[in-house]
């Protein structure tokens, strides 16, 4: 209950994935998993959002854009790398478009492994940022 | 002349996947679009080129999560077709059971896209949660919610053991699709903003070789699981919903529709599954040469071709259902209201993870190309 004292908004951004990760992350907040019971809140702007969840490679083309929304929000801001694409490039690693791993592009503060990982997973990612938070 | 050039995306609260569209607009209306692409370009093709046939497989699944499953049966149709062998009848059952469990889930979660680009929050909701009953089935048999790995080359990983699970989670859905189609079917606010948004006449999809539901809401009929039938579609009996209007309305409607016929063909699987054995793994030929495999994909006609060559695959071609649909998009949306946007967006089902093409950027010049028009200009 103690993490409750912290509401973070959470924002998404797809970084080139293949979808798989995104959908789990809507999952999260839809009925059955419902990520607003510790607090958390679904925004669309990354400028009103406290944590930003990432997802896919990093292309050339999308760690531009990526940098430059991760500078646009406010500070104390956090990220977390959902899914193996994330943390690693995955199966796209020998690709002729890879500029990743997400940490390459901008600092990282939790990793969420799974291809893709289930929304229980990517809560828990959640909630350990909460306790980084304190 | 324009007023304004308006920048759509990437990051944009009504889609999801990174697109970026410039709308010219006069008041709020739009006269003309220009999509810029390559966000999600991760070059699957050119990857698929080093790949042994087996690991492949897993390759093709991710170029996709929400048509996941249609990848992969592409791909494995492409590679069986190269070996002149056919899945025993088990098996083609099996497979045509769980596309169509994955044309439900795919459906579910974009009726429910759709309410969310019109504000109707709750039906986002709802149909998500029906949409985790079919994501049980999924888990309970192949191990994963999302990119299933259920195909083998001529076999299925695993076999079903109880066939009333299947049965009852499916049905469990009918009752919150039914009334959420009436519902969606009698709103005003919901016939006002897809109405006439968004409409291509059918000579236009024949024109623009439009392909899945935006091709039925025209009233075209090409359904690959008739046309072509494959597995098990030709042994089981089902209808292909066809409407006229072609706008958004009819986009929809031809989706809800195609959900109750899933269940039908889910249900006659079920009951005409012969008692046999799954083999554990019945490759008896490497193939080689060239093979293509169609299947049709919740959003459409997805196609794969391959050219093998000592167990590898040397040339890869994708053509999945949004690379047909996207520039369609174009006419659907010229004129419309600029509010409309999303909606019309929306009302293709894009998968822009499917579609990427090459970008090319050169000083301060992008320019994005097809794969013939690259080679004509830089490689000439």
């Not at chain 1, 500070?75 to 193996?84: D, E, F, L, N, Q």
């Not at chain 2, 169509?100 to 889930?105: A, P, S």
């Not at chain 2, 049980?136 to 299933?148: A, K, M, S």
């Not at chain 2, 690379?323 to 946007?341: K, N, S």
């Amino acid at each position: 209950m103690a993490l409750m004292k912290k509401s973070p908004w959470v924002a998404v951004y797809n970084a080139s994935s293949c979808n798989g990760c995104d959908l789990e992350v809507l999952a999260m907040l839809t009925p059955r998993y419902d990520i607003e019971r510790f607090g958390c809140l679904w925004r669309d702007s990354p400028r009103h959002a406290d944590i930003l969840l990432v997802t896919g490679i990093g292309t050339k083309q999308s760690a531009k854009r990526l940098k430059r929304i991760y500078d646009q929000m406010a500070s104390p801001k956090y990220v977390i790398a959902v899914g193996s694409c994330a943390i690693s490039g995955g199966v796209f690693k020998e690709g002729h478009n890879f500029a990743g791993p997400i940490d390459k592009i901008i600092p990282v503060d939790a990793y969420v492994p799974g291809c893709p990982p289930r929304p229980e997973s990517i809560i828990l990612g959640v909630v350990k940022v909460l306790e980084k938070m304190k | 002349m324009s007023d304004y050039l308006v920048p759509f995306g990437p990051q944009h609260p009504a889609i999801k996947e990174p697109i970026s569209l410039r709308l010219k607009l006069s008041g709020s209306t739009v006269e003309g679009v220009d999509a810029q692409l390559g966000y999600i370009h991760r070059g699957v093709e050119k990857i698929f080129e080093r790949e042994n046939i087996n690991n492949a497989l897993y390759l093709a699944e991710r170029i996709c999560g929400i048509c996941s499953y249609a990848h992969a049966s592409a791909y494995t149709r492409a590679m069986e077709s190269m070996m002149h062998i056919r899945a025993p009848p088990r098996v083609q059952y099996l497979r045509t059971m769980f596309a169509e469990l994955e044309r439900l889930h795919s459906h579910l979660l974009w009726a429910g896209f759709m309410c969310h680009e019109i504000g109707f929050e709750t039906l986002f909701q709802l149909f998500w949660r029906e949409r985790e009953q079919i994501l049980d089935v999924f888990e309970r048999y192949t191990g994963n919610r999302v990119h299933h790995s259920y195909n083998k080359l001529g076999t299925v990983r695993y076999d079903i053991e109880d066939e009333d699970y299947i049965r009852e989670q499916v049905h469990s859905i009918l009752p919150t699709v039914k009334s959420l189609r009436s519902e969606i079917k009698g709103n005003g606010v919901v016939a006002a903003r897809f109405k006439k948004v968004g409409p291509v006449t059918h000579k236009q999809a024949i024109e623009y070789c439009l392909v899945g539901p935006p091709a039925r809401a025209c009233g075209v009929k090409n359904d690959i699981r008739k046309l072509d039938p494959y597995e098990a579609y030709g042994k089981t009996k089902f209808k292909q919903p066809i409407y006229k209007s072609g706008d958004s309305y009819a986009r929809t409607m031809v989706r809800l529709d195609e959900i109750f016929e899933s269940v039908k063909i889910i249900d006659q699987c079920l009951r005409d599954m012969p008692a046999t054995k799954v083999p554990k793994h019945s490759l008896k030929a490497l193939p080689q040469g060239e093979g293509y495999g169609r299947v049709e994909a919740p959003r459409g006609e997805n196609f794969h071709y391959y050219i093998v060559k000592d167990s590898k695959i040397t040339r890869a071609k994708i053509r999945p259902p949004t690379l047909a649909v996207f520039p369609a998009l174009e006419t659907m949306m010229l004129g419309a209201h600029v509010g409309d946007v999303p909606v019309i967006v929306a009302s293709i089902d894009p998968c822009i993870g499917c579609m990427e093409r090459i970008t090319v950027t050169k000083g301060r010049r992008t320019e994005t190309l097809t794969e013939q028009e690259f080679r004509r200009k830089y490689c000439g």
